[in-house]
């Protein structure tokens, strides 16, 4: 080890705290999301995010849903970054354009609503990554469901992947095992698959989504057996052969717009929605079978569940410390950072 030829105390102190920043900044980098990431930053962003959500619950009672099911399709493709929330550009082809969200994906003007009010309270400070984080707990809780302490400290992308969208985002037609496969590729298990899945209690589908059940199922010249047949007439009302397909119904017809267990108790009665709904109880022998039993029979179990698998899901490979940016517009990339890793440029 040399010492330094210089050795005045002020020196010393100064180099101490250049090491304590550089360390801090390294272990940022591969740090863990917290809890009281923004406490000192910016102590009000979650009352900032639930009071717009609020105020746009008023006029769409789905826009909870919505918004959940942006943070789930972030952080399916390449974690949770932001990557979804990126317009098309001369150098970047958006998700929400790939198949599993174009025409289907929505909420974004909210998500910008709630960025620019965070931008006036704490500008330059809240990522856009954690904004769906936010957004995702805080529509479950003004739903009727759990509340919990959102994991926060990601930093939002500058790139976006169309392709990988259609890839590891999960369709509604595909079978249990690929359903599982996907999960566990991004580290969620079954357990994780059925908790979340239970956020269908609330939100719509196209009849796009789930026609495939109401007339000619797997080629099979009929509906899909495992579709109550009272929920069947209904929903071939709603969608008719050779109609709209762009009707939307209620993902849960007990308790369209509640956050709470009805939906595992609709697949107990055939009545899931979408195919990949029903496949979590209908599927005979699998594990997924008792999960769903168990939440069906308590909805505590349910709750405390989905915040586990919420949380867990939330950790997909975040952007921390130096890496990524804070957008200043959820819909762009920055057009530059410095090397403290704020933006330079205006909206
Ligand atoms: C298990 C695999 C999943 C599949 C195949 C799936 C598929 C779908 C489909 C096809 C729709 C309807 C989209 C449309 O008609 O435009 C939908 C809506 C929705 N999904 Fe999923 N989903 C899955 C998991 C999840 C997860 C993990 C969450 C959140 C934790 C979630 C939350 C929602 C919500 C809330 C809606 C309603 C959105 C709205 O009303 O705008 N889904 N999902
Ligand atoms: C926090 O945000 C809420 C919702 O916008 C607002 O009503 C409240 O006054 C804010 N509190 C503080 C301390 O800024
Ligand atoms: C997304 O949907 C629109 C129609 O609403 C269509 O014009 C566009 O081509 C679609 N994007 C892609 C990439 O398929
Ligand atoms: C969130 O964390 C705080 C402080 O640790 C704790 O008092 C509170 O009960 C937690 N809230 C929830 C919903 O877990
Ligand atoms: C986008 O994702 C696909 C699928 O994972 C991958 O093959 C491709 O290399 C990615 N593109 C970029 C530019 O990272
Ligand atoms: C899934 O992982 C959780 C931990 O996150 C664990 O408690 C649960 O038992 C696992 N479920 C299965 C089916 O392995
Ligand atoms: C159902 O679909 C199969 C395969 O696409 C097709 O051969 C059959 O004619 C269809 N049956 C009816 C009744 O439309
Ligand atoms: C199809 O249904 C959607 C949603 O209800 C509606 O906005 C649209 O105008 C309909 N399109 C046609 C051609 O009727
Ligand atoms: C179909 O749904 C009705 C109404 O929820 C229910 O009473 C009935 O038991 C269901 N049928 C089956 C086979 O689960
Ligand atoms: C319901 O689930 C909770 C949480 O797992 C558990 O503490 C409780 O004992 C369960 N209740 C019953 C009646 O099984
Ligand atoms: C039901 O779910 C709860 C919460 O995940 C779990 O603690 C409990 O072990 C489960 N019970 C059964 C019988 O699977
Ligand atoms: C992104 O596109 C949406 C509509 O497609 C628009 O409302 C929004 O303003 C756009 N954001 C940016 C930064 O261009
Ligand atoms: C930022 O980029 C936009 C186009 O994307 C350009 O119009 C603007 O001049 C740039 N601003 C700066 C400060 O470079």
Redesign the pocket.
């Known amino acids: 080890m040399s010492s330094s030829s210089s050795s005045s105390s002020s020196c010393c102190t100064l180099l101490i705290g250049l090491l304590c920043v550089i360390l801090l900044g390294g272990s940022l980098s591969h740090g863990q999301l917290s809890p009281t990431f923004y406490d000192s930053t910016c102590p009000n962003a979650s009352n900032i995010v639930r009071g717009i959500i609020a105020e746009a619950l008023k006029t769409d009672a789905?826009i909870g849903?919505?918004l959940?099911?942006l943070?789930?399709h972030d952080c399916f493709v390449n974690g949770c970054d932001g990557s979804l929330l990126l317009n098309n550009s001369a150098t970047i082809q958006s998700e929400k354009e790939a198949p599993p969200n174009n025409?289907?994906a929505?909420?974004f003007g909210v998500v910008d609503n709630i960025k620019t009010a965070l931008e006036t309270a704490c500008p330059a400070t809240v990522s856009c990554a954690d904004i769906l984080a936010i957004a995702?707990e805080e529509s479950v809780s003004l739903a009727g469901g759990p509340s919990w302490n959102v994991s926060l400290g990601r930093r939002d992308s500058t790139t976006a992947n169309r392709t990988a969208a259609g890839l590891f985002l999960?369709?509604?037609t595909?079978a249990l095992s690929v359903?599982k496969a996907k999960?566990l590729a991004v580290g969620l298990n079954s357990t994780d698959?059925v908790a979340?899945?239970g956020?269908?209690t609330?939100?719509?589908?196209?009849c796009?989504?789930f026609i495939n059940r109401l007339y000619n199922f797997s080629g099979s010249g009929n509906p899909d057996p495992t579709l109550n047949t009272t929920y069947l007439s209904t929903l071939q009302g709603i969608c008719p052969q050779n109609g709209n397909t762009t009707v939307?119904t209620n993902?849960d017809l007990t308790t369209p717009d509640v956050f709470d267990n009805k939906y595992f108790s609709n697949l107990q009665s055939l009545e899931g929605l979408?195919q990949?709904d029903q496949e979590l109880f209908s599927t005979t022998g699998d594990e997924t079978v008792a999960i769903v039993n168990n939440f069906t029979a308590n909805q505590t179990a349910f709750f405390a569940s989905f915040v586990v698998s919420?949380i867990k899901?939330g950790n997909i490979s975040p952007l921390t410390g130096t890496a990524g940016e804070i957008r200043l517009n959820c819909g762009k990339v920055n057009n530059s950072t410095g090397s403290d890793g704020l933006l330079y440029s205006s909206m």
Request: charge should be positive; avoid cysteine.
């Open positions: 789905r849903g919505s959940i099911r943070h789930f025409n289907s929505r909420g995702a999960p369709g509604p595909e359903l999960f698959l979340l899945s956020a269908h609330f939100g719509r589908a196209q796009s989504t939307v993902l979408l990949s919420m899901m």
